[in-house]
């Protein structure tokens, strides 16, 4: 994945600051074929960076807090290979809690999570169930988008190839009472 992060030079025009891949790109050895990319991050009131500075590898968890935002790309083995003797469930947990901190505790044994973002996903690439409660399941194809409004939900890939969402999660402050 490319990551290009404009900013302004020292008389303020604009410019490329950076182009690559995003610094915090993890491919689990748990668990073939899962990746999670934060590509960016920002904390609740901070300013639009005008060098460009990347402040994501400071940034604590990736559920911001109300204001704060973070744009995350996940790759999806199908969940086949999540049945795999393969898999080392016991080290994913450490790897998510490594990789994912703030997201990972939130985890339910299945998968299940929610987390008090608003979160705009899009499916970049192959089918992806999203999964919401009572087990209904809506089948997701790339160049769909979903508007998470701070549900429990779980992801789910019935087919036969990796799936890859985007999903920018922007901190809500909840109205659950």
Request: proline share 10%.
């Amino acid at each position: 994945m490319r990551r290009v992060v404009t900013g302004h030079d020292s008389e303020s025009r604009s410019i490329i600051v950076s182009d690559g891949p995003p610094p915090r790109t993890m491919e689990y050895r748990s668990v073939p074929g899962i990746a999670l990319s934060v590509a960016w991050a920002t904390e609740p009131d901070q300013p639009v960076s005008r060098t460009g500075a990347d402040t994501t590898a400071e940034v604590k968890s990736v559920v911001p807090t109300p204001g704060g935002t973070c744009w995350v790309v996940l790759t999806f083995p199908p969940d086949a290979t999540l049945a795999s003797p393969e898999v080392d469930w016991p080290g994913f947990a450490v790897e998510h809690l490594q990789n994912a901190p703030g997201l990972a505790e939130r985890f339910e044994p299945d998968g299940m999570h929610t987390t008090p973002t608003v979160d705009y996903v899009f499916v970049v690439e192959g089918e992806i169930c999203l999964e919401t409660d009572g087990g209904q399941l809506t089948t997701l194809k790339a160049g769909d988008l979903v508007v998470q409004n701070g549900t429990r939900h779980g992801w789910r890939n019935r087919s036969d190839k990796p799936a890859v969402i985007a999903a920018v999660l922007i901190g809500a402050p909840s109205d659950a009472t």
